[in-house]
């Protein structure tokens, strides 16, 4: 018998296309590569690029399983994992950018 409590039987987890998730992923997206671009001014803007360049890895990684993953709650288990490492990356970058400009000055 299925528990309707469990996180794994949420609707946005087994049945949708996928769209919420590719919109707050590309907001998240948005967000974090405008502080990136504004980070590639700091030094040392390796940091700044590598964080870029992986969050839009991770987007683009997203439009591909919404758009070759056929059965939905795989599809949408995989938008989420990928929305969720997305953000770990977003945020880890932008506090090792900081990080390293705070013990610059």
Not at 6 to 11: E, G, I
Not at 71 to 99: N, Q
């Amino acid at each position: 018998m299925s528990d309707p409590t469990k996180v794994r039987s949420q609707p946005a987890l087994n049945s949708g296309t996928g769209n919420t998730w590719l919109v707050v992923g590309g907001i998240t997206t948005a967000i974090a590569g405008a502080f990136f671009a504004f980070g590639l001014q700091l030094e040392p803007p390796g940091l700044a690029l590598s964080g870029l360049l992986a969050v839009l890895l991770l987007y683009a990684a997203m439009l591909v399983a919404r758009f070759t993953i056929k059965p939905e709650p795989l599809r949408l288990r995989t938008l989420a994992t990928l929305l969720l490492a997305l953000s770990v990356i977003a945020l880890v970058c932008l506090g090792v950018v900081a990080w390293t400009q705070w013990n610059l000055t």
